[in-house]
């Protein structure tokens, strides 16, 4: 292959790359940078001043109340429903992976709240928990006990609510995502399992589950990421409310950045700190579901 040859198949080659290049660039990459430098600055949006500060945006967090109520509740938020959602995806999975009447219109339904938009959903739900809404009035007609003011103004149970909905929503993409992996497990092997006198749970145990744990470390990892960056629900429905108790870091970023024109510095510091966060927990839940291990081993 001639020199002229390999420059101009290069030249090609980046001429295709470029575009997106030049896109990740200006709007992942430099954006990226900058906000890391920012938190480190005293930024004011609308005068376009800054102070250097130093690591005093870091340390302000240590004492900032707020903050650690918005850790805390993005903590609730991941932990409460994680588990719920891959749980239930996963068996409902297995359920519509059998030959079921109407299996195709079961797999469209599940499937569709998570193609709906989040703010038309979070709009339904609002009125769904208010203190009129449809959830309150069944509670009230089995004499069962429900929050007068309803359910987004009650502290005890607007994080919940909207933890509750996030769960309906998010189960739907990743049934799809495991009835893909379910049929990519070979039958030779059920057949076999059966062969030995396995059971149904066994085989779900020692066959399904095995097959399952690309997907499942993929499912768990996309989702605590959505999760600790939950805010578009936050946004249309609570506002943070009420008395911050569901507040979360992602809500507070915005909040800081965009509705106080002079804390942009400090809202960088707290979008940092979610990514290490969110980066932590990711390399743990690698480790543990042992991602460098071969299926089956």
Do not use: C
């Not at 998010?170 to 009835?179: E, P």
């Not at 936050?234 to 569901?246: C, E, F, I, S």
């Amino acid at each position: 292959m001639s020199r002229t040859y390999r420059l101009e198949s290069r030249s090609i080659t980046w001429g295709f790359l470029s575009p997106w290049l030049l896109t990740l660039g200006l709007f992942w990459l430099w954006p990226l940078l900058y906000s890391f430098y920012l938190s480190f600055t005293n930024y004011k949006t609308l005068s376009n001043e800054m102070t250097w500060v130093g690591l005093a945006n870091y340390s302000r967090l240590l004492g900032d109340d707020v903050f650690w109520k918005a850790f805390v509740n993005t903590l609730i938020f991941v932990v409460g429903t994680i588990p719920f959602t891959t749980i239930f995806a996963l068996l409902l999975a297995v359920l519509l992976n059998k030959n079921i009447a109407w299996k195709g219109f079961y797999r469209s339904g599940y499937f569709i709240p998570s193609v709906t938009s989040i703010v038309v959903l979070s709009l339904i739900f609002t009125n769904l928990y208010s203190h009129d809404g449809y959830i309150n009035s069944l509670l009230n007609m089995a004499g069962l006990p429900w929050p007068k003011q309803g359910w987004l103004l009650n502290t005890g149970t607007a994080l919940a609510a909207i933890m509750a909905m996030d769960v309906w929503i998010a189960i739907g993409y990743y049934t799809v995502l495991f009835l893909a992996a379910l049929q990519t497990i070979p039958n030779d092997l059920y057949e076999a399992a059966s062969l030995d006198g396995a059971t149904q749970w066994q085989q779900f145990r020692t066959v399904t589950l095995p097959g399952l744990r690309p997907m499942l470390l993929f499912i768990i990892v996309i989702n605590t990421i959505r999760s600790f960056q939950v805010f578009t629900e936050v946004y249309v429905m609570t506002k943070g409310g009420p008395l911050n108790a569901t507040t979360t870091l992602v809500y507070q970023v915005y909040e800081h950045a965009f509705e106080r024109s002079d804390m942009m510095g400090y809202a960088s510091a707290v979008a940092y700190v979610t990514f290490l966060l969110i980066l932590a927990v990711s390399l743990v839940q690698f480790r543990l579901l042992g991602a460098n291990r071969e299926v089956g081993s």
